[in-house]
């Protein structure tokens, strides 16, 4: 998948650190402004975790570059039209008044590329916290 700048990004690229992947419905609407925040907000943080975070919608690349520079995001936004990747991980199935659509969903990662936790249907007001939480218990383990 490409990030804003067009650069291509896999799983591969973030082996040897933790990574926060998570998926969010669309840019620049509130819930998934105050998702990015957030993990934006927890950069040092995540950090000094050894974690990178990465966002993945199927916005283009155009859109995550807006969304990026209003809010100042510090971390890569991966844009899958196709929502290959999206189905992958299962964060592609039914909404509100049974729609279907991206939901909130987060994974953690660890550094051998295996997934330690699974966030469905995120509320992202607070989730980043939640998130440095669980990172901290997992690498106390």
Request: charged letters at 30%.
């Amino acid at each position: 998948m490409k990030d804003s700048n067009g650069k291509f990004h896999s799983l591969i690229d973030y082996k040897g650190s933790w990574l926060v992947l998570y998926f969010y419905p669309k840019d620049d609407t509130p819930g998934c402004t105050v998702e990015a925040c957030g993990f934006r907000d927890m950069r040092d943080e995540l950090t000094d975790l050894g974690a990178q975070v990465v966002g993945i919608s199927k916005d283009d690349i155009s859109l995550h570059e807006k969304f990026k520079s209003k809010y100042n995001l510090n971390f890569t936004l991966l844009s899958d039209p196709k929502g290959e990747v999206i189905e992958t991980y299962g964060a592609w199935g039914p909404k509100m008044f049974g729609r279907l659509g991206i939901q909130r969903k987060t994974f953690l990662i660890d550094p051998d590329g295996m997934i330690q936790k699974v966030y469905a249907r995120v509320i992202p007001k607070g989730h980043n916290q939640q998130v440095i939480n669980d990172l901290q218990r997992l690498r106390a383990e």
